[in-house]
Structure formats: structure tokens, C-alpha cells
């Protein structure tokens, strides 16, 4: 099992950045990808990026252009750096460490505890 750690939410204006960290332990080589899901106040949890392990890369269209997944594989550290923020991107931001298929996409597994990402108007 993966434990993952966020770090990095709070308040910021409409317009403003955030960068969100994930910080990573323990071992499950059947794990080949991390991704991160939010989930708004009386909205379904939605995957918002995903990252391979090759370093591949898919983002929901509602943050496409705005939000940047990367990793650093020496800290096993996944990052999501987010630009342009509005206040529909208020939400809890979950990372998670799951299986990446090629056919079918990402499937979550092993998930942190979250962290509050409020944007103001």
C-alpha cells in the first residue's frame, strides 16, 4: 500500500495560483500512475489529472490549459500546479496513487486524507 501526504491548498483569489504537492511512501509495484480527483460540496468526486509513471499526462477538459500534473521521481513527489484558478475549482483535492491502462484510463487506488482548495470571487 501507498500512503500519500497532500500539502499546499488554502484561499486564493479568482485569477491566482496554488500549487499542490503529494508526497509519497511505501511500495506497490503494480502502481504505475498517481493522479488527483477534487470533490466540490454536493458534487461527485471528479479525476481531475493523471500521471504516469512514463510521464503521460490526462486532465479533465474543465482544467485543460489551466492545470499542470508532474512528477518527481527521486522525491516520489506529484505535483499539481494550477494557474488561472476560478471559483467553480473550489473543492477538496485528493491524490491517489493508482493503475494507469491504456484501453480504460486511470483507476485509483491507494488515496490521501485531502486538502481544501477554496478560490474567492
Known amino acids: 500500500q501507498v500512503q500519500l501526504v497532500e500539502s499546499g491548498g488554502g484561499l486564493v483569489q479568482a485569477g491566482g495560483s496554488l500549487r499542490l504537492s503529494c508526497a509519497a511512501s511505501?511500495?506497490?509495484?503494480?502502481?504505475?500512475?498517481m493522479g488527483w480527483y477534487r470533490q466540490a460540496p454536493g458534487k461527485q468526486r471528479e479525476l481531475v489529472a493523471s500521471?504516469?509513471?512514463?510521464?503521460?499526462?490526462n486532465y479533465a477538459d474543465s482544467v485543460k490549459g489551466r492545470f499542470t500534473i508532474s512528477r518527481d521521481n527521486a522525491k516520489n513527489t506529484v505535483y499539481l500546479q494550477m494557474n488561472s484558478l476560478k471559483p467553480e475549482d473550489t473543492a477538496v483535492y485528493y491524490c491517489?496513487?493508482?493503475?494507469?491502462?491504456?484501453?480504460?484510463?486511470?483507476?485509483?487506488?491507494?488515496w490521501g486524507q485531502g486538502t481544501q482548495v477554496t478560490v474567492s470571487s
Open positions: 511505501g511500495t506497490d509495484k503494480s502502481v504505475n500512475a
Open positions: 491517489n496513487a493508482g493503475i494507469f491502462y491504456s484501453l480504460s484510463g486511470y483507476y485509483p487506488r491507494d
Open positions: 500521471i504516469t509513471s512514463g510521464g503521460s499526462t
